[in-house]
């Protein structure tokens, strides 16, 4: 398969349980991203990995924890979380960071908390 | 600091009508920008990129330093060119962040 897949798709959990989004590019790239997509602010960028190494986190709270144990990975741990951060969480990939502007996204992670 | 402006959340228009749709920025350079399309149920892609002055499915966009700006346009919307749209905006050099605009939801009916 080619291309940025995440897994799930869609993702209910409650306030207090443990969830993981994974997402896996085969494209050969080096950087990889999380963004949060919402209706309120409708593409927020959560954090940044060049080289398995996160290189920016944007004011994320603690709740979500990022994990790339390689260049083709990249995970979003989830734990405690509030219904507020019910979203669509995007994975996205670029040749090196930020990739001179061509980013490729994933479908998305659609998750719901209650 | 760079910003990317769109200053309208939703633009409505029928099929076979032009569709612009508005993007300014702020930047101190020569930067470059960008429009990614979100069609629905499928995933945010590049649709074009101002440095390589193409078009595609028919949209242009051309960048405007005095005005900066870089809208989108096309001169007769079809029911399927409905999606979001992101502008985005990024440095000249390598490493250079990409900053996206707020998007706006192009509607085109029948």
């Known amino acids: 398969e080619t291309g940025v897949t995440q897994t799930p798709r869609h993702l209910v959990m409650g306030m207090t349980n443990k969830k993981s989004l994974k997402c896996e590019q085969h494209l050969g790239h080096n950087a990889m991203y999380w963004y949060k997509q919402s209706a309120k602010k409708p593409l927020e960028l959560m954090f940044v990995y060049s080289l398995e190494e996160r290189v920016e986190n944007n004011s994320v709270p603690s709740r979500f924890s990022p994990e790339c144990p390689n260049s083709s990975h990249l995970f979003l741990h989830l734990h405690t979380l509030q219904p507020e951060d019910s979203a669509l969480y995007l994975c996205?990939?670029?040749?090196?960071?930020w990739g001179t502007g061509e980013l490729f996204f994933g479908e998305g992670s659609r998750l719901t908390v209650l | 600091a760079q910003r990317v402006t769109q200053p309208e959340k939703l633009l409505s228009v029928f099929k076979g009508a032009p569709v612009e749709l508005k993007c300014n920025y702020s930047y101190s350079g020569s930067p470059e920008l960008f429009w990614y399309v979100q069609y629905s149920r499928q995933r945010l892609q590049l649709l074009l990129r101002h440095i390589s002055r193409e078009s595609i499915k028919g949209f242009t966009a051309d960048l405007n330093k005095g005005e900066t700006s870089f809208h989108l346009k096309k001169p007769f919307a079809q029911e399927e060119d409905s999606a979001m749209y992101y502008c985005a905006l990024s440095g000249p050099g390598a490493n250079s962040k990409l900053t996206f605009g707020k998007g706006i939801t192009l509607s085109v009916r029948p």
């Open positions: 996205a990939s670029s040749r090196s960071r």
